[in-house]
């Protein structure tokens, strides 16, 4: 996924590769899952599949909604499945609530990475890894792994990713914040812009790295800063819940309940309003909602009256 807000890219692309050829970089990680906004399976690319689907794609009152699967780019995951809403906070503010679920295999990563800018972490004791990578501490960056056959299909890429820094028991809501800079001077003043990511449960271990974009055009990032959650086991729900802002915080605070696959977050805005969304893999009550039945529902409840904004069967 992508964000753009209050005129900028939030969580960009990478780039065009620095030689579109048989290079390392671009199949070890510029075109690798890893440097991408998506979640890693069993420290490998994603298979060349482009079939993907769409469970639903739906729009209500102040929140558009999709849901999509994958089931040929991992073939050991028998889901790969992101459901992703974008949600209006205010007339001006809004946040996107994430979560991708993973069945199969044995080692997932969730990778997100923000704009340029300098971080800063909440609720994460960050310990600085001594050297190397996040491929491990003697090997170096770009090294070369011996996988360069077939277009490196089983290229990891973690060996592009430096500077690493870890939770290995993160708390409940661990937070990263970036504090945008306006690389390509959209603004003709400064403007102060946030992108925070809220981490609900992370279910494992937290990273912070630094990875490189393609340094071929002028005013490109050096570094942009990763930010990944990690979970050893076959079967993982990541939740995360992403805060654009200027000035003040959109969000006050949230809260997680699961109830068997079926996700619920509680998300009280500094306005005072709570929203309550609600994912799962099939149709299931939806307390909020009166007990309708729904695979993902949004309600909102201000000045003591729920509404609900969008149901989907």
Known sequence: IGLYGYGLDLMPDIGYPEHATVWPSRYEWTSNTISHNTVVVDRKKQAESFSGTARFVKQGEGISAVEVYADKVYP??????????????SEK???VVDIFRVRGGKEHHYSIHGPEGEVEAEGL?????????????????????????????????????YNVRRDKRPGERPSLTW??????????KPIDVRLRVNMVNPPGEVIVADGDPPQNKPGVPRRLTYLLQSHQGDSTTFVNVIEPYSGERVI?????TD???????RITLASGRVDYITSSNSLQPIPSAGSAKARFAAVTEENGKRQTKLLVE
């Open 259 to 265: 109830r068997g696959d079926t996700v619920t977050l």
């Open 76 to 89: 050991q995951a028998s889901l790969y499945q992101r459901t992703t809403a974008l949600v209006d906070a």
């Open 252 to 256: 006050k605070n949230i809260e997680r």
């Open 179 to 188: 504090k945008v800079k306006d690389t390509w001077g959209v603004h003709p």
């Open 93 to 95: 503010s809004f946040y």
């Open 125 to 161: 004791s960050l310990v600085a890894q001594a050297k190397g990578t996040l491929m491990g501490e003697d090997v170096e960056y770009a090294a070369k792994l011996g996988d360069g056959t077939d277009y490196w299909k089983d290229a990891s890429g973690f060996q592009y990713l």
